[in-house]
């Protein structure tokens, strides 16, 4: 918990998920913040989208919301002294649809600029699954090959499917500015911070830290694999997107944690999902890092345990790291690539060696990873 609560005013009540809050914050220089918790279309497991807004060089507002809510969007933003047609930018936290989900009808309605990290706009019109090189290493390749085996085509169509729409609208999306790292607009910072997805920023604005889905309460971010794009569209990318490493895996995004907790201890965490739940607020500050730090290693240390008693493959290890419940239908795929994500962070420890087909094994002690998450804690 920071010492500085940041809460000023609560405009309106919402429900106990979070959905529907509508508050007033201040940070350390006075400046009003409004935070809008926008209700998904229908119930996720991460509650609304908070979506916020301030003035630095006229309204900026952080994130709108995941596709079908532009009307709670609406109407949570009726309640603040602002017209959305004063609002000059709208800045994405990242590029999942639950953050730039309505981006399409805002723009059809209003004039607001969008930015958003320079790889939003090179890969907005792809969806990355279709685009990955799953040839490119045999974890990737073994990843797609039991998912086509477990899970029915039916589910993978109406997954794929049920963003058909959001990815066509996204594609047409006109960014105004693509950010860079560091880059500064008056008191606005922009800080990279790659992992959870490829083009994932924080943005700096006093002592207020907007993390999108880079830091979230209760709830620990899905990180990327390793994602190699096939070669006949990475032919077409910008130069600093011709190699993925720095955008994605589990790697990137424990160094971009890292990044962020060396900011300093200043600064009170508002994240794009949690902010309330359970009919409570949730106010973190940088030690909430150190706990997703460590919620990994736990997980790596599970892997490497079970890899020395007798795992060897992807899908032997899913099934004895997740639960059951979390398995079921086209999970099973989130839940492996999630494994992958770790799998692939050891082997670049040099603490696990896959073979070609598909066996795991652990190298030496298999503790470097242990070394490495110890440099990235030290601030
Ligand atoms: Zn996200
Ligand atoms: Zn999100």
């Known amino acids: 918990m920071p010492n500085n609560i ?5 405009i309106r009540k919402g429900d106990d998920n979070g959905d ?3 508050i007033q914050l201040e940070t350390d220089k006075g400046r009003a913040v409004y935070g809008i918790a926008v209700a998904q279309s229908s119930s996720g497991r991460t509650g609304p989208t908070w979506s916020y807004v301030f003035e630095n060089d006229g309204f900026t507002v952080v994130d709108l919301g995941t596709p079908g809510s532009f009307d709670n969007f609406v109407d949570g933003y009726s309640q603040l002294p602002l017209n959305l047609n004063e609002i000059q930018r709208v ?10 989900g309505t981006a399409h009808e805002f723009s059809s309605l209003y004039k607001a600029e969008i930015w958003a990290h320079k790889t939003y706009s090179s890969l907005k019109k792809y969806k990355i699954w279709e685009i990955q090189d799953r040839e490119s290493s045999v974890l990737q390749k073994e990843l797609m090959r039991i998912s086509s085996i477990l899970i029915s ?16 609208n996204k594609g047409k999306t006109s960014v105004s500015k693509d950010l860079s790292n560091q880059e500064i607009f008056k008191d606005l910072q922009i800080i990279e911070t790659p992992g ?8 700096l604005l006093d002592n207020f830290m907007f993390t999108g889905d880079h830091i979230l309460p209760e709830i620990t971010p899905h990180p ?10 990475s032919n077409s990318l910008p130069c600093f997107l011709k190699d993925t490493s720095p955008w994605f895996g589990l790697g990137t995004y424990l160094n971009s944690l890292s990044t962020t907790m060396k900011l300093g201890n200043k600064y009170s965490i508002l994240p794009a999902h949690r902010l309330h739940n359970k009919g409570e607020f949730n106010w973190i500050d940088q030690s909430r890092g150190l706990e997703i730090i460590s919620h990994h290693e736990k997980r ?25 419940s979390k398995l079921l239908g086209a999970n099973i795929f989130a839940a492996m690539s999630e494994i992958v994500a770790h799998l692939e962070f050891l082997e670049e420890c040099n603490d696990i060696k896959v073979s070609n087909s598909g066996k795991i094994n652990v190298t030496g002690n298999g503790i470097n990873y242990i070394k490495k998450l110890e440099q990235l804690r030290s601030v």
């Open 6 to 10: 940041p809460l000023k005013n609560i």
């Open 20 to 22: 529907g809050w509508v």
């Open 91 to 100: 800045i994405f936290t990242h590029g999942h649809s639950d953050h730039d």
């Open 153 to 168: 085509d039916s589910d993978k169509f109406s997954r794929w499917n049920q963003y058909s729409d959001y990815y066509a």
């Open 196 to 203: 959870h997805s490829p083009d994932q920023i924080v943005l």
């Open 224 to 233: 990327t694999s390793n994602t190699i794009i096939q070669k006949k569209i």
């Open 300 to 324: 790596l240390n599970r892997i490497i345990h079970r890899l020395n008693s007798n795992s060897d493959s992807l899908e032997d290890l899913t099934r004895g790291i997740f639960e059951k």
